[in-house]
């Protein structure tokens, strides 16, 4: 179980890093699009990247990685928010922030034992 965790937020780690961040750290045109598309000035592009870059560092060091996932949350749910006010596809963007948050928190349940107190799956 706690292997199946940790393989599951490496991958998260890597999306938000690789996918995500890079692109905003880079200024390649995906990342310019994205902003455009939802109204954000690209002058913002650095700090977006540098917060998702903190929120995964957070996530991937077990002694912050709750802390790492409720701010992790906080961003994802910025991006629902940004997409949901643009009326984009709504199983394909909009709804990705909840996707990622599930399986985000669903790693972090899967590798600590005190998040599975906390929300333990049967009472």
């Known amino acids: 179980m706690k292997i199946a965790g940790w393989v599951l ?3 998260i780690g890597l999306f938000l890093a690789i996918a995500s961040a890079t692109p905003k750290f880079m200024g390649m045109d995906a990342a310019l699009d994205s902003m455009e598309v939802v109204g954000w000035p690209t002058k913002y592009l ?8 903190v929120c995964v560092v957070l996530y991937l060091i077990p002694r912050t990685a709750l802390f790492g996932a409720v701010l992790t949350t906080g961003l994802l749910g910025a991006a629902l928010a940004a997409n949901l006010r643009v009326d984009n596809p709504l ?4 709804l990705f922030s909840i996707y990622l948050g599930v399986a985000l928190w669903v790693a972090l349940w ?3 034992e005190r998040v599975r107190r906390v929300f333990p799956l049967m009472g």
Do not use: K, N, P, Y
Not at 48 to 53: L, P, S
Not at 91 to 94: A, I, K, L, M, V
């Open 110 to 112: 899967l590798r600590d």
């Open 46 to 53: 650095l700090l977006i990247a540098v917060i998702e870059v």
């Open 91 to 94: 199983f394909s963007h909009t």
């Open 9 to 11: 937020s490496g991958l």
